[in-house]
Nanobody, 114 residues
């Protein structure tokens, strides 16, 4: 199973991006999907997650600005990020739980300039 993330980039404060992450390989069923981020000098932390039933959970710092969604037909998870702030600068990693194993993508850089 491989996860490939897309959509990172350099944006100004207040800008938006849409991150995508597609899974490929031997996939039977994807349970939870999520996005994490790691800023320089900090630990990787949960940004948002979505269950197979569509329930979502967000970090307090991104509530109201980020939206996670999934397309099971495409084995893809999305993260719409709006109203970006410099403190959102980080490498964003997607993660999926397939059966009982957790898989990670390589990460995509999001840089927000002030």
């Amino acid at each position: 199973v491989q996860l490939q993330a897309y959509g990172g980039g350099l944006v100004q404060t207040g800008g938006s991006l849409r991150l995508s992450c597609a899974a490929s390989g031997s996939i039977f069923r994807i349970n939870a999907m999520g996005w994490y981020r790691q800023a320089p000098g900090k630990q990787r932390a949960l940004v948002a997650e979505i269950s197979s039933g569509g329930s979502t959970n967000y970090a307090v710092s991104v509530k109201g600005r980020f939206t996670i969604s999934r397309d099971d037909a495409k084995n893809t998870v999305y993260l719409q990020v709006n109203s970006l702030k410099p403190e959102d600068t980080a490498v964003y990693y997607c993660s999926m739980v397939i059966r009982v194993a957790r898989y990670w993508g390589r990460g995509t850089q999001v840089t927000v300039s002030s």
